[in-house]
């Protein structure tokens, strides 16, 4: 401001000098400014400011995402459930007196020094990833400098306990709950929630969620964007323990829906114990009527035969959707030598043509796009931070318009710490021009702001792509890739199969 009214005060003078000297100059100049300036729309003018991209897509957003015609009434989830204690990533590794150094990935933690090495591969990726932590004496000494690190947060925590919270955020949805349910956890869940008394344990499950910003740095690792590493060791959700309770209790609650979750905790217990209860899990959910469709929630695997074993001969093809992320996703690729499983991780944002063909080779391979297939998987939901994609087996499904921008909106927002998304703290980041394949031949699409839900097909899987308006400073970032499962679940419906 004592800028303006120094340079106020010297034109007032220069002008006061020029006015002796010629009095007419003065007026001449004025009339020479203000003929110069281009001239100034009116304050109330008429045409409005073009909104923002962002603006343009949550408005759009608002206009696609309509409820389904026919809904869910009962949903029953399972089978992995904890108490999540978030806490800084890198200050829980400073109080545990350990230095930053090189990243290195471990399938299994076995010492403090392997979470170390694995905490820092993943940081400096910006991936999210979840371990199991093979010393229980150790873990516990860790979950205790969790548990009393200033700021450290208790949460509801596993997939199928987060899934089931958001679904239960739907008042006309009664939501069943099974898995190893502790009196911690029990007074945190939603009331809406049943869970049956065969699920309730004396203790509870505790897993530790270390989250890291975007940009934050140790030592020479940089994190390029907000995300988070899991560990725990947890035997009760790794041994599925609770799966044949929620099998046998879905006879009586009748369930509309099932979405399962908790494979992926298994893998932590060695190939004995998985291989034998894989075969035991194929079996119990099998059991599920066949005219309720299954949804399976992956997360984070590192073991590709057992990954390999869950696509090819045992679970993929007996559900009927599956909700994952894009480590997941080409992990599946890689384990099952499908499309561009010759990447190691992806660069920057996943390409999208790249995704598009690994989707339409699980449909192909491993679900029904083939007609005489006797697969029953028909429908994907991919999610990433810059966008996500929801590919269906044409005849299948319906509202998936809306139930795959349900599930970018509600990433927005929850990431946020929000219920609904505020545009002045987002970003967009995804691609507004890409293609629908890798190679050719392909299509060049693009996304319009205004219907931000790009369609497109190949063969008989229709692809329906939309962009996420990412939180600038995200509050909190574990549980939102099952937010965003749950509430394209909520938003989807089964196209009701001719009789023959």
């Not at 009214?5 to 007026?27: F, K, R, S």
């Not at 509309?256 to 905790?265: K, Y």
Request: aromatic content about 6%; hydrophobic content about 45%.
């Amino acid at each position: 401001m004592w800028r303006k009214a120094v340079l106020v005060a010297l034109l007032a003078l220069v002008t006061g000098y020029l006015y002796h000297t010629d009095p007419e100059l003065p007026a001449r100049m004025l009339n020479y400014i203000s003929e110069s300036l281009p001239q100034m729309e009116p304050s109330c003018s008429s045409e409005p400011r073009p909104p923002a991209l962002e603006e343009a897509i949550a408005r759009a957003w608002q206009t696609l995402i309509t409820a389904p015609a026919r809904r869910w009434a009962r949903v029953a989830v399972g089978v992995n459930a904890c108490v999540d204690v978030v806490v800084s990533g890198v200050g829980l590794l400073q109080a545990l007196a350990l230095e930053p150094g090189a990243g290195r990935d471990h399938e299994v933690l076995h010492s403090k020094e392997d979470l170390k090495e694995a905490f820092v591969h993943y940081m400096g990726k910006g991936a999210a990833a979840e371990r199991f932590f093979s010393d229980e004496e150790v873990f516990q000494r860790i979950a205790r400098a969790a548990a009393e690190y200033p700021g450290a947060q208790l949460y509801v925590g596993g997939n199928a306990a987060l899934i089931g919270q958001k679904l239960a955020s739907n008042p006309e949805l009664v939501v069943l709950l099974c898995g190893p349910v502790g009196p911690k956890l029990h007074d945190m869940l939603d009331e809406q929630i049943v869970v049956p008394p065969e699920s309730l344990q004396e203790t509870d499950e505790f897993h530790l969620i270390l989250e890291y910003k975007s940009g934050e740095q140790w030592g020479s690792s940089r994190a390029p964007q907000a995300n988070r590493f899991i560990l725990s060791h947890d035997v009760s959700n790794g041994e599925m323990s609770t799966l044949e309770t929620f099998v046998a209790s879905l006879e009586e609650f009748q369930p509309d829906l099932v979405v399962l979750s908790g494979l992926h905790m298994m893998e932590g217990m060695g190939r004995d114990l998985w291989e034998e209860r894989l075969k035991e899990a194929v079996v119990a959910i099998s059991d599920v009527r066949n005219e309720v469709p299954i949804h399976l929630e992956l997360a984070s695997m590192t073991d590709r035969d057992y990954m390999n074993r869950i696509l090819q001969e045992q679970v993929m093809p007996i559900v009927n959707s599956i909700g994952l992320n894009e480590q997941e996703l080409l992990f599946l690729a890689q384990s099952g030598g499908g499309p561009h499983g010759d990447l190691t991780s992806w660069d920057g944002i996943p390409d999208v043509g790249r995704v598009s063909d690994i989707l339409l080779w699980i449909l192909e391979r491993h679900g029904r796009a083939d007609p005489e297939s006797e697969a029953d998987l028909t429908r994907i939901h991919f999610h990433t931070l810059a966008y996500h994609i929801l590919a269906t087996v044409d005849g299948h499904w319906g509202n998936q318009v809306a139930a795959v921008a349900a599930g970018a909106r509600v990433a927005s927002s929850q990431a946020c710490g929000l219920q609904a998304v505020d545009i002045t703290k987002v970003v967009l980041k995804a691609p507004l021009n890409f293609h629908s394949s890798f190679s050719e031949p392909r299509e060049s699409l693009a996304v319009d702001p205004t219907r931000p839900v790009t369609v497109w097909r190949r063969g008989n899987v229709s692809f329906h792509l939309t962009p996420v308006l990412v939180c600038k400073q995200p509050l909190r970032t574990v549980g939102l890739g099952d937010a965003i499962s749950a509430e394209g679940l909520v938003f989807s419906e089964l196209t009701p199969r001719p009789e023959l």
